[in-house]
């Protein structure tokens, strides 16, 4: 999904306008959705406080007030400014929701969200009080008890185009993108202001796609721009993708298994994990039953066993040289799918042989990978931008916002996602995701783009029903949780396309 300026967010505003929308039918959608948005993150929540400014993004927040209190949660808002000066569909808003405003700070629990409606894209410059003692509060509120922010639209105090973030901006936990994403949510120093991003969008606005885009903006990986491919009923296994993976070590057995268990989890018809045979019964507790292991075998084996995609690298530690120049001759000849993670990218590293790698590979870095394969000092979105115009491979670069691209693409931010996945292994279950992917015929940047989202969704639904915590949340809860992340994704049937194509 394509991030936009907030002036050309105003232009598609006005050209729905033109054709006869209102914006009023426009905030009574984009409430009722922000607020279904708000029931599947936050089942447990049922309680809301909205804090208000006097514009649109106010009457948004009302709109969701509205829908939340009919679903039974206690709704309750904070006003900046006195009534008479709320713009007049945020006053009929505010009339049709029918709750006074408290007059004091509220009393929260660790569960309240607190809905930052002060300011969205009319937004000017660093906030002004009251609208920055409003931002105090809700920042002091979430600091001291735990609370969860949830921005309208753009954080309030955040330059929705740069992303340059004021003083006292809100920290926002998680970001309601209403229409199109504006270009500055989705930079890297605006990261820790809005969190998790979910896009909400407005369907007088889907036919008026931007035809400008800020210079070097990012596009927003959305549950609504990515494709899950229907099989068909005869479908067999074997068409279903065959996955192998070179991975795991003495010590790292857990990164092969995770790796794995997760390629199987993201429906690889066949997942054959290659170890030496004396790690054998070490792994075999570790593993589904459904996971075959080819013992003995050489780096080149990969090449003849008809698989459809091939990962190498979680958990290999630093391999003898003569593992290493066979596991890069393997690499260097391969032109199937291929996820490179971990300690090969390290290999890669050492090598020197970068352009070596085909334009089906999938990189995985993350930032420490990534200065050993391409020392920058520039922006993560600069060095993704750097690296995908240099190399011909895929390249998704991990972190809380995690980029994906190729020499062909724009550089796409992943929206989900959670602190909670600051754990082990998470990189495991990606690398097992992105092969199963690609063995089921996703192109190399579909397949990186769909498992940075289903991994990052797996995580805020597992945290959602209260299945897990931020402390509990593990790599293999992710994998639990990804059949509900499947389901977001809008199927369709198989297209014929090379595995190859991009
Ligand atoms: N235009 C539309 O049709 C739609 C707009 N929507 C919502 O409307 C929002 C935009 O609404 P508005 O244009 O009313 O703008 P805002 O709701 O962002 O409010 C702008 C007002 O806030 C004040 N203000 C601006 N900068 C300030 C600062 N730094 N400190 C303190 N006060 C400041 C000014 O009085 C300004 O008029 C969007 O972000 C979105 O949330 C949605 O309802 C969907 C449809």
Redesign the pocket.
């Known amino acids: 999904m394509q991030s936009v300026s907030c002036q050309i967010m105003r232009e598609i505003?006005n050209s729905a306008f033109a054709l006869g929308h209102s914006?009023e039918s426009?905030?009574r959608q984009?409430g009722k959705r922000m607020a279904e948005t708000l029931l599947r993150y936050y089942p447990c929540s049922r309680h809301a406080i909205a804090y208000l400014?006097?514009?649109?993004?106010?009457?948004?927040a009302l709109v969701i007030l509205m829908h939340l209190a009919q679903a039974g949660w206690r709704v309750e808002l904070r006003l900046s400014t006195p009534l008479d000066q709320l713009?007049p569909l945020t006053g009929k808003m505010y009339d049709e929701l029918r709750v006074s405003p408290l007059d004091a700070p509220p009393a929260v629990t660790n569960s309240t969200l607190l809905l930052d409606a002060l300011?969205?894209?009319?937004?000017?410059?660093?906030?002004?009080p009251p609208?920055s003692d409003a931002a105090a509060e809700m920042n002091t509120l979430r600091q001291s008890f735990g609370c969860s922010t949830i921005a309208?639209?753009?954080p309030s105090g955040i330059n929705a185009d740069t992303g340059e973030c004021y003083a006292n901006s809100v920290l926002a936990d998680h970001t309601l993108s209403?229409?199109f994403p504006k270009s500055g949510i989705l930079t890297e120093n605006a990261l820790p202001q809005v969190g998790a991003i979910s896009h909400i969008t407005?369907d007088a606005l889907t036919d008026q796609a931007p035809t400008t885009s800020p210079d070097n903006a990012l596009s927003l990986i959305t549950h609504q721009s990515l494709t899950r491919i229907k099989r068909p009923f005869d479908t067999h296994k074997g068409q279903a993708g065959r996955v192998g993976i070179w991975a795991g070590s003495a010590g790292m057995l857990g990164a092969a298994a995770l790796c794995a268990s997760a390629a199987l989890k993201a429906g690889a018809g066949l997942v054959t994990l290659h170890l030496p045979s004396s790690l054998y019964p070490s792994i075999t507790p570790l593993l589904p039953p459904e996971i075959m292991v080819a013992l003995d075998t050489s780096p080149d084996s990969l090449l003849n066993k008809n698989y459809d995609a091939i990962v190498i690298g979680p958990g290999i530690g630093k391999p003898e040289p003569e593992l290493e120049d066979a596991l890069m001759d393997l690499i260097s000849q391969t032109q199937i799918p291929m996820v490179i993670d971990a300690d090969m990218l390290n290999v890669i590293a050492r090598s020197q042989l970068l352009y070596n790698i085909s334009k089906t590979a999938i990189l995985t870095p993350h930032p420490g990978e990534m200065q050993r394969l391409m020392p920058t000092t520039t922006s993560r979105e600069a060095t993704a931008k750097l690296f995908s115009e240099r190399y011909p491979c895929t390249l998704l670069y991990k972190g809380a916002r995690t980029l994906v691209a190729n020499a062909d693409s724009p550089i796409f931010a992943n929206s989900t996602g959670s602190p909670a996945m600051a754990t082990a292994g998470q990189g495991d279950v990606l690398a097992g995701l992105i092969s199963a992917l690609c063995a089921q015929n996703y192109p190399p940047l579909e397949a990186a783009k769909t498992a940075a989202w289903l991994a990052g969704e797996a995580a805020m639904l597992a945290l959602a029903d209260g299945s897990e915590s931020t402390e509990t949340l593990t790599a293999s809860s992710v994998i639990s949780y990804l059949h509900h992340a499947f389901e977001a994704i809008p199927a369709k049937p198989p297209q014929p396309q090379s595995s190859a194509n991009q």
């Open positions: 505003e914006p426009l905030m984009a400014g006097k514009g649109h993004n106010a009457g948004d713009a300011l969205g894209i009319g937004a000017e410059g660093p906030l002004r609208l309208i639209d753009t209403i229409g407005l």
